[in-house]
């Protein structure tokens, strides 16, 4: 290991500008990433050498944890932060003579996701064996599905914004090529003090989605919007919790630039990505990086790279240039995986054995883009706004509870939820869940304001004071701090009297 850190270390210097003239190694300034997204077409202007422009292209690699409360093939929990290889079953660790059961759950959840991404549901799925060596791989091989996975041929709409303005923004739609089931691996912790690798096996054989997204994205910022709708879906559905913090959802992104009319570039792999905000940096650094190369005259290389979130840059991690050969084979422990709907369901048939696909389509919830819609509809209020409600974990359950508990109208209250309240959650780093201020508290406050009783700016002091959690009420705030708007003239005119007989000079 610590030949080969050496080696990556010395590359990663090299590649992120160490020790050589020029601008700063980190992503490529704002302006040249906004006109990269902004382009209708995709394409970036020409660069130095002027010759045509380039068209950056971005596919995407998402793996998502199956909500499950156990394993793919195993009854071992599932359970994060556990401590390590706690949770491991016999065929967790490989024994001889251990054979694979397969999770009902875990395809109801893929079989679901498939449906609200559009898919074809494939009546007949096949398991296989992968085969490559790591350390925290202990059978030798991932099962997988890489003939023919459970779900194909869907797509995913999702929204951004042009320029950066929440007011105007674009609908684009990228095509799903498959959902597959499989096996996660374990995880390796390297300790460089004691030159050591330790192998921890809770998450080997915890399921998996893999979604493949087609290269049909130019950027960052669409990449990053695309995986943020899916990680909604993802949440709304229940298939799985997608915390990227928890590594949950991870994201592998092919990034490759062309001239217009010309074959695909060579293209460049960016593993393992767990942040929304990171994959945006990570793409158009490589897009940029790409471009910067091809221009000086160099050649891009067929590699596996890892995006660097302190340089602000992606480093060299292994090359492609000899394509790896995982000997595919059919899983033969494991039977072809049969699915039926409404029309093929035999009469005598026990249900409690079978996935029905019909009915699964029959309980999906509302999905992100029907909720905002519904949002925009009963609210009247901007559909950019039924964006940043969805975007934040529980922010529009919060908004519709408030809204029921008080009388002021709905385009008033969006304005408190979106300026003040998520003010407030951002500064302090924490969901609306977590809030000291409940909607019961912020629907009384606002009352209060709607009968006149307070003014704007007092129910903003009073909306500071409740965030400190002390457990008062709106009203006894009020109180304590003579925060009441004065209904009665007489007592107005005695108060200004008092000020000018006290301040006869002034």
């Given at each position: 290991?610590a030949a080969?850190?050496c080696g990556v270390?010395?590359r990663?210097a090299r590649?992120?500008?160490a020790?050589?003239?020029g601008p700063?190694p980190?992503p490529f300034p704002?302006?040249?990433r906004a006109?990269a997204?902004?382009?209708?077409?995709?394409?970036?202007?020409?660069g130095?050498s002027?010759?045509?422009?380039?068209?950056?292209?971005?596919?995407?690699?998402?793996h998502a944890?199956i909500?499950?409360?156990?394993k793919?093939?195993s009854?071992?929990?599932?359970q994060?932060?556990?401590?390590?290889?706690?949770l491991v079953?016999?065929?967790?660790?490989s024994?001889?003579?251990?054979?694979?059961v397969l999770?009902?759950?875990?395809?109801e959840a893929?079989?679901m996701t498939g449906?609200?991404l559009?898919c074809?549901?494939?009546?007949?799925s096949?398991f296989?064996?992968k085969?490559y060596?790591y350390?925290?791989?202990?059978?030798?091989?991932?099962?997988?599905?890489?003939?023919?996975?459970i779900?194909?041929?869907?797509?995913l709409?999702y929204?951004?914004c042009?320029?950066?303005k929440?007011s105007?923004m674009?609908?684009?739609?990228v095509?799903?090529?498959?959902?597959?089931?499989e096996?996660?691996?374990g995880?390796?912790?390297?300790d460089d003090?004691r030159?050591?690798?330790?192998v921890d096996?809770n998450?080997?054989g915890?399921?998996l989605m893999?979604?493949v997204?087609?290269?049909?994205?130019?950027?960052g910022?669409e990449?990053?919007?695309a995986v943020?709708?899916?990680?909604?879906i993802?949440?709304?559905l229940?298939?799985?919790q997608?915390v990227?913090?928890?590594?949950?959802?991870?994201?592998?992104?092919n990034?490759?630039?062309h001239h217009p009319?010309?074959?695909?570039?060579?293209r460049?792999e960016?593993?393992n990505i767990?942040?929304i905000?990171f994959?945006a940096?990570?793409?158009d650094?490589e897009i940029?990086?790409?471009?910067?190369?091809?221009e000086n005259?160099g050649?891009i290389l067929n590699?596996?790279?890892?995006?660097?979130?302190?340089?602000?840059c992606?480093?060299?991690m292994?090359?492609k240039?000899g394509?790896q050969?995982?000997r595919f084979?059919?899983e033969p422990?494991?039977?072809p995986?049969i699915?039926?709907?409404?029309?093929s369901?035999?009469a005598?048939?026990?249900?409690q054995q079978?996935?029905?696909i019909?009915w699964?389509h029959?309980?999906?919830?509302?999905l992100?883009?029907?909720?905002?819609?519904?949002?925009v509809e009963?609210?009247?209020?901007l559909?950019?706004h039924?964006?940043?409600?969805?975007?934040?974990?529980?922010?529009?359950e919060?908004f519709?509870s408030?809204?029921?508990?008080?009388?002021?109208?709905p385009?008033r209250?969006?304005g408190w939820i979106l300026?003040d309240m998520l003010?407030?959650l951002?500064?302090?780093?924490i969901?609306?869940?977590?809030?000291?201020?409940s909607?019961?508290?912020l629907?009384d406050?606002?009352?209060l304001?709607e009968k006149?009783?307070?003014s704007s700016?007092a129910?903003?002091?009073?909306?500071?004071?409740?965030?400190?959690?002390?457990?008062?009420?709106?009203?006894d705030?009020?109180?304590?701090?003579?925060l009441e708007l004065l209904?009665?003239?007489k007592?107005?005119?005695?108060?200004c009297?008092?000020?000018?007989?006290?301040h006869?000079?002034?």
């Amino acid at each position: 290991f610590a030949a080969r850190g050496c080696g990556v270390f010395g590359r990663r210097a090299r590649q992120c500008g160490a020790g050589r003239p020029g601008p700063s190694p980190g992503p490529f300034p704002r302006r040249q990433r906004a006109v990269a997204c902004n382009a209708r077409g995709g394409a970036v202007p020409a660069g130095k050498s002027g010759l045509a422009p380039w068209i950056p292209v971005v596919g995407l690699e998402i793996h998502a944890q199956i909500s499950s409360n156990s394993k793919l093939f195993s009854g071992s929990q599932v359970q994060f932060a556990a401590p390590p290889n706690s949770l491991v079953s016999f065929f967790d660790a490989s024994l001889p003579g251990t054979l694979p059961v397969l999770n009902r759950r875990c395809v109801e959840a893929a079989v679901m996701t498939g449906l609200a991404l559009n898919c074809s549901i494939n009546k007949k799925s096949l398991f296989d064996r992968k085969h490559y060596f790591y350390a925290d791989l202990p059978a030798g091989y991932q099962i997988t599905q890489q003939r023919v996975p459970i779900a194909v041929n869907g797509s995913l709409s999702y929204s951004l914004c042009i320029d950066n303005k929440m007011s105007q923004m674009v609908t684009k739609t990228v095509r799903i090529k498959q959902i597959q089931l499989e096996q996660d691996s374990g995880k390796s912790l390297h300790d460089d003090t004691r030159c050591q690798t330790l192998v921890d096996l809770n998450r080997a054989g915890v399921g998996l989605m893999e979604v493949v997204m087609e290269p049909d994205m130019c950027c960052g910022e669409e990449a990053a919007a695309a995986v943020r709708e899916l990680q909604l879906i993802l949440q709304t559905l229940g298939s799985s919790q997608a915390v990227m913090a928890e590594g949950q959802l991870r994201v592998d992104a092919n990034v490759s630039v062309h001239h217009p009319g010309e074959p695909y570039g060579v293209r460049t792999e960016v593993k393992n990505i767990n942040s929304i905000r990171f994959l945006a940096k990570a793409v158009d650094y490589e897009i940029q990086r790409q471009i910067e190369e091809l221009e000086n005259g160099g050649t891009i290389l067929n590699e596996t790279r890892a995006f660097d979130s302190k340089l602000g840059c992606t480093v060299p991690m292994r090359d492609k240039e000899g394509k790896q050969d995982y000997r595919f084979m059919p899983e033969p422990n494991l039977p072809p995986l049969i699915l039926y709907d409404a029309k093929s369901l035999p009469a005598n048939m026990n249900h409690q054995q079978v996935i029905n696909i019909d009915w699964i389509h029959e309980r999906l919830p509302d999905l992100p883009s029907v909720k905002r819609e519904k949002l925009v509809e009963q609210y009247g209020i901007l559909p950019e706004h039924s964006f940043t409600l969805l975007n934040e974990d529980g922010l529009a359950e919060f908004f519709e509870s408030v809204v029921k508990q008080t009388q002021m109208k709905p385009k008033r209250v969006i304005g408190w939820i979106l300026n003040d309240m998520l003010s407030y959650l951002k500064q302090h780093s924490i969901t609306v869940k977590e809030s000291p201020v409940s909607s019961f508290l912020l629907a009384d406050l606002l009352n209060l304001l709607e009968k006149k009783e307070i003014s704007s700016t007092a129910a903003k002091q009073v909306l500071a004071e409740l965030w400190k959690g002390e457990g008062k009420t709106p009203l006894d705030i009020v109180k304590e701090q003579k925060l009441e708007l004065l209904q009665d003239q007489k007592e107005l005119e005695q108060i200004c009297q008092a000020v000018i007989d006290g301040h006869e000079n002034e």
